[in-house]
């Protein structure tokens, strides 16, 4: 868990410096922005639990933690 959550937060503080570096109201920037807001509540998500099994899994059946968690990265990212 403790890879996931560093993953995330690597995830999460690239989206912040990607965007500083884009023009301000971009519609790259505010992508990233948004990636950037997105993956700050996975990271929230992941560092809030005390135990997995004391929550409903939010990963699909039969993924690996980091597989799922980077996949919804990829989807944070791209979106716009």
């Not at 884009?22 to 992508?31: D, F, K, M, Y």
């Amino acid at each position: 868990m403790q890879s996931l959550v560093r993953d995330v937060l690597a995830a999460w503080r690239q989206a912040e410096r990607v965007a500083a570096r884009l023009p301000n109201g971009s519609h790259e920037q505010r992508a990233a922005a948004s990636a950037a807001i997105r993956l700050r509540k996975v990271f929230v998500d992941l560092t809030e639990r005390d135990e997995l099994s004391q929550r409903e899994p939010s990963w699909p059946a039969g993924q690996d933690d980091r597989d799922a968690a980077e996949a919804m990265a990829s989807r944070a990212i791209h979106r716009s």
